[in-house]
């Protein structure tokens, strides 16, 4: 079964650069989506299809690919920043999740 | 807007089969698919399954077995039925809406708490 790769967390100081990724078997074929989701809170999506903001999704949160490797960069971390980060895909007609990043705010 | 609503018993003893429901407010569960994904405490998220308003599903295999979703278009409900509950199904459980215009799932319920537990 098809598998998706997040390191379990990431550490960026205050108005750095976070990027979080995702590695999956010939990824950049897929449709790769990432959530946010802050503690006690349902998921949100931030990013569809490798690369696009859902509206209202602030424009320091981008999306890209790389050989097997999806990333989500977030530019000027903020506090608020600080969550889960899950990647997903569908592959043969089933929904994968990454197993989520811990994004702290230093 | 589009909004959901899961409902459930909270609590539970295993072997007991759970039965969930999403309730949409705001818009037509009519050309969509919804999904049941689920995140035991401190972990990540599992889908459990997916439906489409025709009734068409797909579950997730390590699923399958205990899994039922079905939906309610005159109530505009979907509904998740899950047997032989243990300690392992203690999670959140979240329905969320498949945009309609990319595969990403834009629109998420709450979530319902279960715990199982004798």
């Known amino acids: 079964s098809y598998e998706l790769t997040q390191p379990l967390s990431v550490s960026v100081a205050l108005g750095q650069t976070a990027r979080i990724t995702c590695g999956g078997n010939?990824?950049?074929?897929?449709?790769v989506h990432w959530y946010q989701q802050k503690p006690g809170q349902a998921p949100v999506l931030v990013i569809y299809?490798?690369?696009k903001r859902p509206s209202g999704i602030p424009e320091r949160l981008s999306g890209s690919y790389s050989g097997y490797t999806a990333t989500l960069t977030i530019s000027g971390a903020q506090a608020g920043d600080e969550a889960d980060y899950y990647c997903q895909v569908w592959d043969s007609s089933r929904v994968v999740f990454g197993g989520g990043t811990k994004l702290t705010v230093l | 807007q589009v909004q959901l609503q899961e409902s459930g018993p909270g609590l539970m003893k295993p072997s007991e089969t759970l039965s969930l429901t999403c309730t949409v407010s705001g818009g037509s569960i009519s050309s969509y698919f919804w999904s049941w994904i689920r995140q035991p405490p401190g972990k990540g998220l599992e889908w459990i399954g997916y439906i489409y308003y025709t009734g068409n599903s797909n579950y997730n295999p390590s699923l399958k077995s205990r899994v039922t979703i079905s939906v309610d278009t005159s109530k505009n409900q979907v509904s998740l039925k899950l047997s032989a509950v243990t300690a392992a199904d203690t999670a959140v459980y979240y329905c969320a809406r498949r945009s309609g215009s990319n595969d990403a799932f834009d629109i998420w319920g709450q979530g319902t708490m279960l715990t199982v537990s004798s």
């Open positions: 299809n490798g690369s």
């Open positions: 010939n990824i950049g074929s897929k449709n």
